[in-house]
């Protein structure tokens, strides 16, 4: 009977190459000579060699798939159906410690590790034994949609998140919803990023990931907001631009502002409105300015006798 690749690595047939990657990369360090005198590690260290040299080349596994071993090594006729398939036959070259070396990289493939204290060698992405470091997920990012009311009052939001739970078995797992409470502060500007450390989803061999929630805006009726100030757009007929006027805002905080435009209003023409803005998040008791900008409406269409009149008013 031929050897069984996928046997050597713990492997099944359905394994990705994530998996076989994986497996190699735990049992090449468990048998390597360097770690392991033990009786027989050294010819375990050179199958698991041989098995993933095979199964981590796409053409290698396709025959071995097919074919097994025998058809493997002996090679199988040109019109088999397996695409680039080992016609002349594969041969191991038999260097275990160069596939070690070129999966690992580096002279010295154990400079990045390092003995823990029960022995076992320990390294970044997972010990011998499974005892090594756990790799944190990525963190999940959501979107915080507020409206301009709520930051610039500062309010408590609730959002309920349904995550990934380890019974007390330590194997199994089940979904379970949970309430993160976030109090925004006055002032938060937009991308402001609050973090929930390890709210994600648990697992045997990982460290959940963080939730990250990120601050937008909602679209207002009536303001936007650059930074700390507010930008109000006020309509205005042609009339009025040139002649004055008074601007009503409604505020973020129900109250009313009157405010007089005595200077010609020009289509780049702005107003300042000092403190009038939203909160400053480090110094709420401040405020940033209210920035009022205005949209011209221009006549469309004149009498000749008003035509008259401006030429008269404007043109002398």
């Known amino acids: 009977m031929g050897q069984d690749y996928y046997g050597v690595l713990g492997l099944t047939r ?21 770690k392991n005198r033990d009786y027989g590690a050294e ?22 798939d097919q074919f097994g071993e025998e058809g493997l090594k002996n090679g199988v ?5 397996v695409g680039g398939a080992w016609t002349t036959g594969y041969t191991f070259h038999g260097n275990a410690a160069k596939v070690f070396k070129d999966f690992f990289g580096g002279d010295n493939p154990f400079a990045d590790f390092f003995d823990g204290p029960d022995g076992d060698l ?27 009311e709520e930051i610039f009052h500062g309010c408590t939001k609730k959002m309920k998140i349904s995550r990934r739970v380890m019974n007390e078995d330590g194997h199994t797992s089940s979904i379970r919803d949970k309430i993160l409470t976030i109090t925004v502060r006055p002032g938060w500007k937009t991308s402001t990023r609050i973090t929930f450390p390890e709210e994600g989803d648990q697992g045997p061999n ?42 009503v805002v409604h505020t973020l905080d129900d109250r009313i502002l009157d405010i007089p435009i005595n200077d010609i209003v020009h289509p780049k023409y702005t107003k300042i409105v000092p403190g009038e803005g939203m909160p400053i998040a480090k110094t709420p008791t401040k405020k940033g300015d209210l920035i009022i900008e205005f949209d011209i409406e221009f006549p469309t269409q004149l009498t ?5 009149l401006i030429r008269q008013a404007l043109l002398h």
């Open 14 to 34: 359905s394994a990705t190459d994530g998996d076989i990657k994986k497996a190699y990369r735990i049992l090449a360090l468990k048998y390597h000579p360097e």
């Open 43 to 64: 010819e375990m260290f050179t199958k698991v060699a041989e098995a993933y040299d095979v199964l981590s080349d796409p053409r290698k596994r396709a025959t071995y």
């Open 77 to 81: 006729p040109e019109g088999s159906g």
């Open 122 to 148: 320990t390294m970044g992405f997972g010990g011998v034994h499974g005892r090594g470091r756990k790799k944190k997920d990525p963190p999940i990012e959501r979107d915080l949609a507020l409206t301009l």
């Open 206 to 247: 990982n460290i959940p990931a963080d939730i990250v929630f990120i601050v937008k805006d909602k679209a207002h009726p009536r303001f936007r907001r650059e930074g700390n100030d507010l930008i109000f757009t006020a309509k205005i007929p042609l009339g009025k631009a040139l002649t004055g006027c008074n601007v």
């Open 304 to 308: 000749p006798e008003k035509k008259q």
